[in-house]
């Protein structure tokens, strides 16, 4: 069956830090890959996506690259902010149906 | 645009009690979707629908969980006989429909049961 499996938690970091969140994924066939991102007191929001193998995915400074041969997509910014702050989940669509598999999320704090 | 809405926010309700949540998706959106979070866990799939067909149903959806979508519109989730371990938030969300649309979440309803 299909699974993802993130960088476990809380991850802590300066502001203007470096962040990866590691993701890596199993599934069936050739899936789509995405990042959501939960803000305090908020839904769910689609960060970005890629659907095909070395596709990468970007928004609001974050880039994702989907990475057939490691089975990895893992979420980077260059300088992180305060309002950077929130818990970023990756999540994969495979097989032609519409379910959205989750990882357990990672919770990001930027201090000033 | 208002956005996903889910109500309530909060139920708290005793074992053995009926509880049912209400999903009220982006007026134009065709596809709409049930998950349920546990803390420190992801969201995970419960059910889908296309208009008010009900499409997919994972097998985390037990007899006594029953989804709706009558119009094709809003949507509820009834849970019969609660026990304690369907406490969790429960999740909406909604698409336009393409595949790899991207989906709309509400804020949740968050069902405590004693």
């Known amino acids: 069956g299909n699974s993802v499996t993130q960088m476990e938690g809380p991850v802590t970091l300066s502001e203007e830090a470096f962040l990866t969140i590691n993701c890596t994924y199993t599934?069936?066939?050739?899936?789509?890959l995405f990042w959501y991102v939960q803000y305090p007191g908020e839904g769910l929001q689609l960060l970005l996506k890629?659907?095909?193998?070395?596709d990468k995915g970007s928004n609001k400074g974050f880039e994702a690259t989907y990475r057939k041969e490691t089975t990895s997509f893992h979420l980077e910014k260059g300088s992180v902010q305060v309002s950077d702050s929130a818990v970023y989940f990756c999540?994969?669509?495979?097989?032609?149906?519409?379910?959205?598999?989750f990882g357990t999320g990672t919770r990001l704090t930027i201090i000033p | 645009d208002t956005g996903v809405s889910q109500d309530p926010r909060h139920k708290i309700t005793k074992r053995g009690q009926n509880v049912t949540f209400r999903c009220d998706p982006i007026?134009?959106?065709?596809?709409l979707y049930w998950y349920r979070q546990t803390l420190g866990q992801g969201p995970e799939f419960l059910t889908y629908?296309?208009?008010?067909?009900?499409?997919?149903k994972s097998r985390l959806l037990s007899d006594r969980f029953s989804a709706e979508r009558p119009k094709g519109s809003f949507s509820t989730l009834e849970i019969q006989r609660t026990e304690q371990g369907d406490s969790a938030m429960y999740l909406c969300?909604?698409?336009?429909?393409?595949?790899?649309?991207?989906?709309?979440f509400g804020s949740g309803t968050q069902l405590s049961v004693l």
């Open positions: 969300a909604s698409s336009e429909g393409a595949t790899n649309e991207k989906l709309f």
């Open positions: 599934a069936t066939g050739y899936p789509s």
């Open positions: 890629a659907t095909k193998a070395d």
């Open positions: 999540a994969l669509r495979s097989g032609g149906n519409e379910k959205l598999t």
């Open positions: 007026s134009e959106h065709n596809r």
């Open positions: 629908f296309q208009n008010e067909a009900q499409l997919e």
